[in-house]
């Protein structure tokens, strides 16, 4: 089975401050992508890497940055928390089929950010 | 662009009633379409893919899903609720990045099932 893992569930964080928010995965994928959830909006794209150290932006990437230093590991960094960053963040990986359409993407259980 | 749809953000059924869930789509290309579930406070789990190969397609727990080209519709059925099906389903288009793929997932739909 895929596993991906976030480093924490939960996050209290107060305005202003660097946060890092790290994800693995076990499968040795290509595609890592980060996501962010919020209630009534669905999941948006905020960075999407293809490889060790490339990156594409998605819909939201204003105000968040990525890395991926290693192929397993692909972190999302906020540089200023801001009460607006208020969110389930969610990671997934996939599989680089030829950058096949219906590539499946796996989730991690998430990690609750509260910025104060 | 590549967009979803899904119809009522709540729907609650009995147990032993029958689930649709509904999803439309809009694709300027055929459209390769999936739904997700998400149990409390996991993270986002694959119930089933439209890939072309066939209009309905069957998934895991009982689920599956008709893909209507003239309706552009991919509703999500299960013939009788189960009280473990209640969750929030995501209904979503991939739609081509630069360098990739990304999921466009519409707003969710959650499902209460009573017994």
């Known amino acids: 089975d895929v596993k991906v893992t976030q480093s924490s569930r939960y996050l209290v964080k107060r305005t202003g401050e660097k946060v890092f928010l790290e994800c693995v995965q076990d499968?040795?994928?290509?595609?890592m992508f980060w996501y962010r959830q919020d209630p009534g909006l669905g999941l948006r794209l905020i960075y999407f890497s293809y490889d060790v150290k490339m990156k594409e932006k998605g819909d939201i990437p204003e105000g968040y940055s990525v890395s991926r230093e290693k192929k397993e590991r692909f972190s999302l960094i906020l540089e200023s928390a801001s009460t607006n960053q208020t969110s389930m963040y969610l990671c997934?990986?996939?599989?680089?089929?030829?950058?096949?359409?219906?590539?499946?993407?796996?989730f991690g259980p998430g990690t609750r950010l509260l910025v104060l | 662009a590549q967009s979803v749809t899904q119809l009522g953000s709540h729907v609650s059924v009995s147990e032993g009633a029958l689930v649709l869930l509904r999803c439309n789509y809009s694709?300027?290309?055929?459209?390769?379409l999936f739904w997700y579930v998400q149990y409390p406070n996991q993270g986002l789990q694959l119930l089933l893919k439209?890939?072309?190969?066939?209009?309905l397609v069957k998934g895991i727990n009982g689920f599956e899903a008709e893909f209507k080209k003239s309706e552009t519709s991919f509703h999500l059925t299960k013939p009788s609720a189960h009280m473990s099906d209640a969750a929030e389903y995501f209904c979503a288009v991939s739609a081509r990045m630069e360098y990739g793929n990304k999921l466009v997932f519409g707003a969710g739909t959650i499902l209460r099932v009573k017994s």
């Open positions: 694709s300027s290309v055929p459209p390769y």
């Open positions: 499968m040795d994928h290509e595609n």
């Open positions: 439209y890939t072309s190969a066939a209009t």
């Open positions: 997934a990986s996939g599989v680089f089929q030829g950058a096949a359409p219906q590539e499946t993407q796996y």
